[in-house]
């Protein structure tokens, strides 16, 4: 089992930069895979950016590619998600989330069915 703590959310005009991190209780060598997803109110969880622990490799979803950015550091059990020019329409609340529910399921990088998941840190654009 693995614990998720999400940090780094708040307030922010658009156009604005924000750094989300995402502890592990472990280390996240153990995770395979790690992704960020988000929510914002009356809508379904959308995946933001997944992440290949062991190769390092990254998948974005259409709405954020090419202003964020998901990285790892392993010596501090962490995954970061870097946040630049931010609109509006990223106001959400944001979800890590690590390792798939069997170890024979495909991982979709930003399909919402990941094993663990952390309880989420606000963020609001305006």
């Known amino acids: 089992h693995v614990q998720l703590v999400e940090s780094g959310g708040g307030s922010v005009q658009a156009g604005g930069s924000l750094t989300l991190s995402c502890a592990a209780s472990r280390s996240i060598l153990s995770n395979n895979y790690m992704a960020w997803f988000r929510q914002a109110p009356g809508k379904e969880r959308e995946g933001v950016a997944g992440?290949?622990?062991?190769?390092?490799?990254?998948f974005y979803g259409d709405l954020v590619k090419g202003r964020f950015t998901i990285s790892q550091d392993n010596a501090k059990n962490t995954v970061f998600l870097q946040m630049n020019d931010l609109k509006p329409e990223d106001s959400a609340m944001y979800y890590c989330?690590?390792?798939?529910?069997?170890?024979?399921?495909?991982?979709?990088?930003?399909?919402?069915?990941?094993?663990?998941w952390g309880q989420g840190t606000q963020v609001t654009v305006s």
């Open positions: 992440l290949s622990i062991s190769d390092r490799r990254t």
């Open positions: 989330a690590a390792d798939l529910p069997s170890t024979n399921d495909v991982w979709y990088p930003l399909t919402p069915r990941y094993k663990y």
